[in-house]
């Protein structure tokens, strides 16, 4: 059955959309601290990332409108659309509650990973950080950033989102082996064993288990 389509009637969120955008990419620049050029490149496809995401998300549905337009399918134009995975399945309301906090989870837990990643360095002094978050993976803030990345795409799938998110990775999985490769250069053999043991990205199941078992 033909669904009519209703107005886009959510202009007055875009205030939401501008305040959240400029707090994520602020936060964003904050805790990764980019540095070189192509540092500050991967924190600028995230900052794209972001902006594309909560314009569509508070104000104009790009995404809905290009699927509308180009292929047969039926979306009305609702703010809840824009949970585009369970509208194009027909879950309702409940998949989109379940969708949501399914997304959440993952971008929460990328938050935390950015986070914790960020702390400890910031106390390591240029020292060579191997424990907490980093006795679980070398490169916590990237992982988080992946993370959040996965659980938006889960909550909020646009297709600019859905076009930057394989840039994003394939950016900072380079970032993360020249940062290694001048990490052996600086503590040699130190990170080098170090290496050995730490999974570059993801941790091992058992090693959260440990980590999450109380002493």
């Given at each position: 059955?033909?669904?009519?389509?209703?107005?886009?009637?959510?202009?007055?969120?875009?205030?939401?959309?501008?305040?959240i955008s400029v707090?994520?990419?602020?936060?964003?620049?904050?805790?990764?601290?980019?540095?070189?050029?192509?540092?500050?490149?991967?924190?600028?496809?995230?900052?794209?990332?972001?902006?594309a995401l909560y314009?569509?998300?508070?104000?104009?549905?790009?995404?809905?409108?290009?699927?509308?337009?180009?292929?047969?399918?039926?979306?009305?134009?609702?703010?809840?659309?824009?949970?585009?995975?369970?509208?194009?399945?027909?879950?309702?309301?409940?998949?989109?509650?379940?969708?949501?906090?399914?997304?959440?989870?993952?971008?929460?837990?990328?938050?935390?990973?950015?986070?914790?990643?960020?702390?400890?360095?910031?106390?390591?002094?240029?020292?060579?950080?191997?424990?907490?978050?980093?006795?679980?993976?070398?490169?916590?803030?990237?992982?988080?950033?992946?993370?959040?990345?996965?659980?938006?795409?889960?909550?909020?799938?646009?297709?600019?989102?859905?076009?930057?998110?394989?840039?994003?990775?394939?950016?900072?999985?380079?970032?993360?082996?020249?940062?290694e490769h001048r990490?052996?250069?600086?503590?040699?053999?130190?990170?080098?064993?170090?290496?050995?043991?730490?999974?570059?990205?993801?941790?091992?199941?058992?090693?959260?288990?440990?980590?999450?078992?109380?002493?």
């Amino acid at each position: 059955m033909d669904v009519a389509l209703h107005e886009w009637t959510w202009p007055e969120f875009w205030p939401y959309a501008v305040l959240i955008s400029v707090i994520g990419c602020w936060a964003l620049y904050y805790l990764l601290a980019p540095s070189g050029w192509r540092e500050w490149m991967g924190a600028g496809l995230v900052q794209a990332f972001i902006i594309a995401l909560y314009a569509e998300m508070y104000g104009f549905p790009l995404t809905i409108y290009v699927l509308t337009t180009f292929l047969p399918v039926k979306i009305p134009l609702l703010h809840n659309s824009g949970h585009l995975w369970v509208t194009l399945l027909g879950y309702g309301e409940t998949g989109q509650t379940i969708e949501m906090l399914l997304g959440s989870v993952f971008v929460i837990l990328g938050l935390l990973l950015i986070v914790r990643g960020w702390v400890r360095i910031y106390f390591a002094n240029g020292s060579l950080t191997t424990d907490g978050i980093y006795s679980l993976t070398r490169h916590p803030q990237y992982t988080g950033i992946f993370l959040a990345i996965f659980g938006q795409l889960i909550h909020w799938p646009t297709i600019p989102t859905l076009v930057l998110s394989p840039f994003i990775v394939a950016l900072y999985v380079r970032l993360a082996f020249r940062e290694e490769h001048r990490m052996v250069e600086k503590f040699g053999s130190a990170y080098l064993e170090y290496r050995q043991h730490v999974p570059m990205f993801f941790p091992r199941w058992q090693d959260i288990r440990e980590a999450l078992t109380p002493v």
